[in-house]
């Protein structure tokens, strides 16, 4: 048996509201869209993963997703001329990584990191 993907599903109250912040933000594609249900998608090829945390790392709270990006200034800037909230701010962190978090429309914690 082989796991082809994972797909998160997240519980808001219109997922059509979160199109624009998805697409202007990450440049990511509506793959699917039923009106009840709004799924994004990219063309890169990716390989499932699943993480389990007690917390997100130094101390802050686990984010319901990460999302790494390749140009990170530019989504933290694109990020602050929207007005995104940014609960943790851009940190290299002694693993290796550089990140912040933001929250979604929909109030959802996401780390937003690169390697």
């Given amino acids: 048996m082989t796991v082809k993907r994972i797909v998160p599903n997240f ?9 624009a912040f998805y697409r202007d933000l990450f440049g990511l594609d509506v793959a699917m869209d039923l009106g009840w249900i ?8 990716t390989r499932p993963l699943l993480s389990m945390a007690s917390e997100g ?15 990170l200034d530019e989504v933290h800037a694109q990020a602050h001329s929207m007005g995104v909230e940014i609960p943790y701010p851009m940190t290299l962190e002694p693993w290796g990584v ?8 929909n109030g959802i914690l996401i780390n937003v990191l690169s390697h």
């Fill in 11 to 19: 519980e808001v109250t219109d997922p059509n509201a979160t199109k």
């Fill in 38 to 45: 709004v799924t994004f998608a990219t063309d890169e090829p």
């Fill in 57 to 71: 790392g130094s101390g802050t709270p686990v984010p319901a997703l990460s999302i790494e990006v390749d140009n």
């Fill in 98 to 105: 550089r990140r912040f978090y933001l929250r979604d429309p």
